[in-house]
């Protein structure tokens, strides 16, 4: 049991002696001056304790129990680590947490975390809304309409696509360029078919990024980079995307460190500088993105920006690279290794261009659908035909040039899909207009080799080439 206050004792003390009253009455005085002395010294105490707190007792966080860094005072007064409070931010994202003031335990204010969360969930589904008004061979030059037009217009309607036809031989296509991996581009007009709703969205996904950007959030100046860049509902200004980056990167972002070093590299928004991008893809690399290992395995391949060209420390890059799962990691070391020519490193090399093609990048379908095509890397070397065009058709989708000329080619020879004359000009004339080397020399081969059908006044091929494998043999 608690014991009674010492003012309430001492009145009922006072109440039960009928004599002394002025004394009583002076003790009284006396005593209501000494509560209200330690009531105002129990005020100062609580009131230096929450300056302590606000200071992060005496300089420090308790989250990561270190002294402040970039200090951010809550409205409960009470102060912690940027890093820390965003990483407390983001534990109380979901319905069944919220994320409190570890002290207080008063609920965080949203913070440049979440303003950083809503823009990039808006901004994503604003892609996904473009990218089913124009699919990605119209975003990367619109090539594909001849295709699908003879597709639509000239083919029988009982053509089979995915019928194989029996042949041993095949075409060798020529091999994908080993070239560095680009930033990707998109055409910024493309952004204008959008509605005037989703055009408002995006005006609003900008502001919410740029309010997080100035928060201090890590990656939120990075994706304004890729709208000026990119030209999505902002005019393309590659210096500001360049400014973007690097006001990212300063503060850690991984991703903005590999754009910045694709920046130097291509001279896109700043001057170019090699031994710079070396510098930030080394940097992007350290902070864990797999396509800064890529990127910086090129440049010693090259020899950009570095002492010289250094294929082994390049091969260890690419491996590393391809084993964080980056596809273009994947796709550079299959080369290297197909390059080196043994039995082992083929296979391996097949097996990288396998899970690169599975992450959609074009190239990869491409020299994965070769080694299919001429059984090369596989232990029976069996030819699947049927599965080589399967992957260049889908390459040829996605707007790969090259991927064009292995269609028309094998719409010539009939190895792995049905002939047809219409859809192997259409494919290879895609391919010389891009300059692809052997699209010429291809259309000349087709040609040479169709008739006249006396049955539907069409040009077909002849059976006879098709026998002798339109001379690509």
């Not at 009145?11 to 009531?39: C, F, H, M």
């Not at 069996?382 to 040829?396: C, E, G, I, M, V």
Request: proline share 6%.
């Amino acid at each position: 049991r608690s014991e009674p206050p010492r003012l309430q004792l001492v009145q009922a003390a006072a109440e039960a002696q009928p004599y002394g009253a002025a004394a009583r009455r002076a003790s009284l005085a006396s005593l209501a001056s000494d509560t209200a002395d330690a009531n105002e010294d129990r005020h100062a105490a609580l009131a230096t304790s929450k300056a302590s707190d606000r200071a992060g007792r005496f300089g420090i966080c308790v989250i990561c129990i270190d002294t402040l860094r970039d200090a951010v005072t809550l409205p409960c007064e009470h102060a912690y680590c940027r890093t820390c409070l965003d990483q407390l931010r983001r534990s109380g994202m979901t319905d069944a947490c919220i994320a409190r003031c570890p002290l207080c335990r008063e609920p965080l204010p949203a913070g440049p975390e979440k303003a950083y969360d809503d823009g990039v969930r808006g901004y994503a589904r604003l892609q996904s809304v473009f990218s089913r008004q124009a699919t990605p061979a119209q975003a990367q030059g619109a090539e594909a309409a001849p295709e699908e037009a003879a597709l639509a217009a000239s083919a029988p309607p009982s053509l089979d696509l995915a019928a194989a036809a029996a042949s041993d031989d095949a075409p060798p296509p020529p091999p994908p360029d080993s070239t560095p991996p680009p930033l990707a581009t998109a055409p910024p007009s493309s952004w204008s078919s959008l509605s005037d709703v989703h055009k408002a969205e995006l005006r609003e996904i900008r502001r919410v990024l740029e309010e997080a950007s100035e928060g201090g959030h890590q990656a939120a100046a990075g994706v304004l980079g890729e709208m000026y860049f990119f030209g999505h509902g902002v005019d393309v200004d590659w210096g500001m995307a360049f400014n973007l980056y690097k006001l990212s990167a300063d503060r850690g972002s991984a991703t903005a460190c590999q754009n910045v070093g694709v920046s130097y590299r291509d001279g896109e928004g700043v001057e170019a500088n090699d031994v710079k991008a070396v510098a930030y893809f080394r940097l992007a690399a350290d902070l864990g993105a797999a396509d800064g290992l890529d990127c910086l395995g090129y440049m010693y391949e090259s020899g950009r920006g570095v002492d010289g060209p250094d294929l082994q420390m390049a091969m260890e890059l690419y491996a590393k690279a391809a084993r964080q799962g980056d596809g273009l990691g994947q796709f550079h070391y299959g080369l290297l290794l197909r390059e080196i020519g043994g039995k082992v490193q083929v296979a391996q090399a097949r097996i990288m261009f396998e899970r690169a093609s599975a992450q959609g990048l074009p190239e990869a379908m491409v020299a994965y659908g070769h080694m299919c095509e001429t059984g090369e890397g596989c232990p029976e070397k069996s030819k699947d035909h049927r599965r080589a065009f399967q992957l260049y058709h889908k390459a040829a989708k996605l707007g790969f040039p090259s991927a064009h000329l292995c269609c028309g080619k094998a719409y010539m020879t009939g190895k792995g899909v049905s002939s047809s004359y219409d859809l192997a000009h259409a494919s290879l004339q895609i391919a010389a207009r891009h300059g692809v080397v052997g699209a010429a020399h291809a259309l000349r081969q087709l040609e040479i080799n169709a008739r006249i059908s006396p049955m539907t006044g069409r040009k077909e091929i002849r059976r006879s080439a098709l026998v002798r494998g339109m001379g690509f043999d």
